[in-house]
């Protein structure tokens, strides 16, 4: 077949497939967040929970990340890319020739670390890649999030948990963090009013059972020592369970959802209290719940707003060294869930200085936001930072690893579904860039498949 002749079969095929996705996203229905929604000032993917599992399993939405400080403007959203599996080698220079525990390389393993990298299976796979990227580097904690968009979501949708329980029970060394919305409708831009209102119902008990179930549901998978960052972003603007309309009632809210939590029997959640950096909408002491019900003080801290320099992200109002100073004075260790480049573009500079941040204060553990533009390894447009960040973590170790390691093994992913070019023997379907990050894989024409072409 001449390529013009394959191009137009494709086409169709494209158009055909095009139509299955649209009809099934109109069957979804109200409530079914279906196609990446636009990041908030600093960035985490909103990806929707699927409403057609026979096209792929659940991959529920994760809400957006932090920094709130200004609302996006229209140049600056953008949307999650679809997969793949880290920079080439044109993209990214070699790792340099230091070993693990020189100037360059940093100190082997004191810190759990790891990266968020994407909600499921194609998560946890890429792990074991990025390591390797890292010449073997221990990546020691797991990150994903529940989506947001209904309660029966929040109490972790059958399926979706799974392969991250999987891979926790793997490795006695390993820590599974995972974010978990206070409210539903998270990202729908509840007004305060309303957000008012499903506090005083949360304070009241109302949702209780919800997280019962999800915590029930955690300790069943075997799980019950998950990281729970509980109403990330709380001082922010962005979802529904933020804390400024009502303060109070949000505090006890908290303190109400961890009681739950850990009245289920098995349980050994910790509570990570995880807000923007700076002051944001509200400053984020205002909502602290107590040391009755906090374990760890976090906080997600991207490289933004514009010009602004690391000094003025630590010296600031609510920021790095009050971070560290609230906790210390609370008896508690700090996080970073959520970190990486921002408004201030390929910034080498941020990054050694975010490491070596953390090298000094030594967190509890950290995870990179690893999609563009946050991230050093999926993102091909950060060269600089990519660099210093493969020569200080490169050999670095988790608390019960050892450089150079093999892998530990990690659940098979089909190849269709790890981002990888397609096969010589057929043609990619071009969907676009949502259809395939909705479906979690790039489609393929297998040559020859059209009636008569054989």
């Known amino acids: 077949m001449d390529p013009q002749q394959q191009r137009s079969r494709t086409g169709r095929f494209a158009a055909v497939a095009a139509g299955v996705v649209a009809s099934a996203v109109l069957a979804a229905g109200p409530g079914h967040a279906v196609g990446p929604a636009a990041d908030p000032p600093a960035p985490r993917p909103a990806v929707p929970t699927p409403a057609v599992p026979a096209i792929t399993p659940p991959a529920p939405p994760v809400s957006s990340p932090i920094g709130e400080e200004t609302p996006v403007p229209p140049e600056d ?9 880290g920079p080439d080698a044109s993209a990214v220079p070699p790792a340099p020739a230091e070993p693990p525990g020189s100037a360059a390389g940093g100190t082997g393993g004191t810190a759990a670390f790891g990266a968020y990298l994407d909600y499921g299976a194609l998560g946890v796979s890429r792990m074991s890649e990025l390591s390797r990227w890292l010449g073997g580097a221990g ?3 797991g990150h994903t999030y529940l989506p947001g968009d209904r309660w029966s979501n929040i109490e972790g949708a059958p399926g979706f948990l799974d392969v991250w329980a999987d891979w926790r029970r793997a490795g006695d060394d390993r820590t599974f963090v995972l974010n978990v919305p206070m409210l539903e409708r998270n990202e729908d831009h509840v007004p305060d009013d309303e957000v008012r209102g499903l506090l005083a119902r949360g304070a009241a008990g109302e949702f209780d059972g919800h997280f019962r179930a999800l915590a029930d549901r955690l300790v069943r998978l075997g799980v019950p020592d998950t990281v729970i960052v509980l109403g990330w ?3 922010g603007i962005t979802y529904t369970h933020r804390c400024g309309p009502d303060p109070e009632a949000w505090k006890k809210y908290w303190n109400r959802i961890v009681t ?24 984020w002491t205002r909502c602290y719940p107590g040391d009755d019900t906090v374990d760890i003080i976090g906080m997600d801290s991207y490289d ?8 003025e992200q630590v010296k600031e109002p609510y920021g790095l060294q009050d971070q560290v100073d609230f906790a210390e004075a609370h008896g508690k260790p700090i996080s970073y869930p959520e970190w990486g480049l921002f408004r201030n573009g390929d910034n080498a500079t941020y990054m050694r200085r975010m490491l070596t941040w953390m090298d ?3 967190p509890v553990y950290n995870t990179l936001t690893d999609y563009c533009p946050h991230g050093v390894w999926q993102c091909h447009g950060n060269p600089r930072a990519s660099r210093v960040y493969r020569a200080m973590m490169s050999g670095r170790t988790g608390p019960a690893e050892t ?14 579904e790890t981002g990888r070019e397609p096969s010589p023997d057929c043609s990619p379907v071009p969907l676009g860039a949502w259809a395939e990050h909705w479906m979690g894989r790039k489609l393929c024409l297998r040559l020859g498949w059209w009636p008569g072409e054989r």
């Open 77 to 85: 959203v953008h949307t999650l890319p679809a997969p793949v599996t």
């Open 403 to 416: 450089p150079g390691a093999t892998p530990p093994a990690v659940p098979a992913v089909p190849a269709a």
């Open 360 to 362: 000094e204060h030594k």
């Open 304 to 311: 933004q707003p514009r010009g602004i320099s690391f000094d």
């Open 260 to 283: 739950t939590m850990r009245s289920v029997p098995g349980q050994e959640f910790r509570f990570d209290f995880a807000p923007n950096r700076g002051r944001d909408a509200i400053p």
């Open 139 to 141: 990546l020691s904690v």
């Open 233 to 235: 972003e709380m001082n």
